[in-house]
């Protein structure tokens, strides 16, 4: 007689079981048998009663509510597949309908033997908490189709020319002279120049290729006017004209460029044909290089328009939340970099050892799309010299920093947490002051200093610096369990918007619509979790996902559970960055304030499950602490 063992191990996780394992499911599976249509388990049903696990046939996964069709299918199920895992982990009743497609032949596990196949099966358990992933990989699995399908719309010669103009046109007057117009064309790093009359109307147009062909080759003086050597008559089109028309008029004429013009005839732009092969196809590695070389912060922002698209490129591409944070991070340091180099230009500090410091969430390389600055110096005095002289130089350098950041896109910070705040311009023995008194001395102002400025790391300048602080941080903070303890009960604030009768415990918005606060209550529950975790271990990572995982197998760690915390807390990231891309994109400032209504069944589902993942994660620092 064939066992139930015989048959699963063929199939993951079942292939992965200890043979005691396997035994234990020979010895107390029970095989059933249902018919197409039948309904095994619903959320009316309560509480499961057994795990089921496919031996033949197909079980549909639908939303609870919904017509029962396929259309409303969230997973399909079949041969090896087990459920409803996260029903009958958390004691609770089914989120979904499970119905069979086909004739189904399922064994089933009493509810009591999976809780101690859970307790006794290091591969059943580690399955188990991996089931949260496999809902977090359906639900980019949505997204990236989703945003697959927007893609696929924006990058179609339906898209309106006006949408593909990447910075003001460069032009020149009727009396510009020829050497005028080459100089421009220089400083500008452009191709070419068109040239207007008095009303703003593209008239003519000079290219690289005219200045060799007309001016060199045909020995014109440089200081005749652009007009003798520009081409006229230039192929003009309406703003709003599609991309499919500029592609067939560079076609029928033959031509590279292309003046677009608004009602009254003047000139806003131009489309050239790499304009129209790239459709805003923009990555990394071309966005970083147009930001490194801007030249100014008009050119900067200018750049920094692209990061948004190169994050929705990535979102339809599927790119997780913990790789498109650290992209959107990378940028962003790119950006910094470059404004502090600009403005090193007309500040002289090569004197004096400092470095820009990153905090908060840019210190942690998890920036979403919505940030604003958080940011500051240490320095190191030249020997001799009075400090707050140094103090004042990096100030008046700080302050151009944050005004050119603010320029670029990046607020400044309410706060005030900022480099050109002599709060945050600190000399090092300053800093190592100002963290131990905050250790010594937890009140509520200093641990929330402490989720800000612990969380921090070098962009400019001497890193050593910011190594020194790490060090004296984690001599601290390692040897003070009270700190620890009470920084663990700050992070212990506030709970996950976990309802119990409703899903979620929501806050109302403007217009009477139930939100949730995706970084308040949701990521910030990981984040300071992470923090209490990593400053008790000196362990001397900033991003939330590394400390999880540095700290998993060290006492008072999260040990197996880390991959589900970590999936938990990277789908909420992934909603901020979607919620805030699509609010973005509607003309609206993102923000971290998601409706509720607006989430799908899964989506609610995974949500729910995160949230009892940070829960678990809080409960752990609550028996750590004896909270």
């Known amino acids: ?10 199939y993951p996780p079942f292939d992965r079981f200890e043979p005691e394992a396997l035994a234990f499911l020979d010895a107390n599976l029970k095989p059933a048998r249902f018919g197409a249509g039948a ?37 399909s199920l079949s041969i090896g597949d087990s459920f409803p895992i996260g029903a009958l982990s958390g004691r609770r009743a089914s989120a979904h309908i499970y119905t069979a497609l086909s004739s189904l ?34 639900s980019r699995k949505q997204l990236q189709a989703y945003f697959s399908q927007r893609a696929s719309e924006q990058h179609s010669l339906n898209t309106p020319l006006i949408e593909l103009i990447k910075r003001s046109p460069i032009s020149v007057n009727s009396n510009t002279t020829i050497q005028r ?38 020995r014109v003086p440089l200081d005749q006017p652009i007009t003798e050597v520009m081409s006229h008559h230039p192929a003009m089109l309406p703003e709003n004209s599609l991309a499919y028309d500029a592609m067939f008029a560079m076609a029928s004429r033959g031509i590279r460029h292309l003046m677009l013009v608004d009602d009254a005839g003047r000139l806003s732009g ?57 992209f959107i991070s990378t940028l962003n340091d790119a950006a910094t970099e470059r404004v502090l180099e600009l403005n090193l230009r007309h500040h002289s500090l090569d004197d004096i050892e400092w470095t820009w410091l990153a905090f908060g969430s840019e210190g942690r390389e998890e920036q979403t799309l919505s940030t604003d600055q958080d940011n500051g110096i240490v320095f190191l005095p030249p020997a001799g010299s009075d400090l707050e002289a140094c103090r004042d130089r990096l100030l008046a ?17 309410k706060g005030n947490i900022m480099a050109g705040n002599p ?90 619509k139930a939100f949730i606060d995706l970084k308040k209550s949701g990521a910030r529950l990981f984040v300071d979790a992470a923090r209490v975790m990593a400053l008790a271990h000196g362990t001397d990572v900033a991003s939330t996902v590394k400390r999880l995982r540095r700290t998993a197998k060290m006492k008072g760690g999260v ?51 995160a949230f009892r993942q940070a829960k678990a994660l809080q409960q752990r620092l609550k028996l750590n602490y004896q909270l």
Not at 1 to 10: D, E, F, G
Not at 66 to 74: H, I, Q
Not at 473 to 490: C, D, H, I, K
């Open 1 to 10: 007689m064939t066992t139930p063992s015989a048959l699963l191990r063929q």
């Open 39 to 75: 309904v095994l388990i619903s959320p009316e049903q309560g509480e499961p009663q057994s795990l089921y696990i496919v031996a033949k046939g197909k079980v549909q996964a639908s939303e609870a509510g919904g017509s029962g069709t396929l259309t409303d299918a969230v997973l």
């Open 105 to 138: 032949d399922v064994y089933l596990l009493p509810v009591d033997a999976f809780h101690q196949l859970m307790a006794t099966s290091p591969a059943f358990a580690r399955h188990c908490s991996g089931y949260l992933a496999t809902l977090v990989s359906e």
């Open 181 to 218: 117009g080459v100089e421009i064309m220089g400083e500008h790093k452009a191709g070419s120049v068109i040239v207007v009359n008095g009303d703003g109307a593209p008239i003519g147009l000079m290219t690289q290729s005219d200045v060799v062909r007309r001016v060199v080759l045909g």
């Open 270 to 326: 131009v489309i050239s044909e790499r304009d129209l092969f790239a459709l805003q196809r923009v990555g990394l590695g071309q966005v970083r290089r147009a930001i490194e070389s801007a030249e100014n912060v008009a050119a900067l922002k200018a750049a920094l328009r692209d990061v948004q698209q190169s994050a929705f490129n990535m979102l339809a591409q599927g790119v997780g939340a913990e790789q498109l944070t650290q």
């Open 397 to 413: 350098f700080a302050q151009d920093v944050n005004k050119d950041l603010d320029s670029c896109g990046f607020p400044l910070c």
């Open 423 to 512: 709060e945050w311009c600190l000399s090092l023995d300053e800093w190592k002051a100002r963290f131990s008194l905050w250790i010594r001395s937890p009140q509520p102002e200093a641990l929330l200093n402490s989720t800000i400025f612990f969380d921090f790391r070098s962009l400019h300048g001497r890193p050593e610096l910011a190594d020194r602080m790490h060090e004296h941080l984690f001599e601290q903070s390692t040897a003070n369990s009270a700190f620890q303890r009470m920084l663990a009960q700050n992070a212990l604030s506030v709970a996950p918007p976990l309802g119990l009768i409703r899903d979620f415990v929501t806050e109302t918005d403007e217009s009477g």
């Open 559 to 609: 040990g197996e559970e880390v991959e589900a915390l970590i999936d938990a807390f990277n789908f909420i990231q992934l909603l901020r960055l979607r919620h805030q891309h699509l609010e973005t994109g509607q003309g609206r400032p993102g923000d971290n304030r998601i409706l509720v209504g607006s989430l799908n069944q899964l989506d609610r589902r995974i949500l729910k499950e």
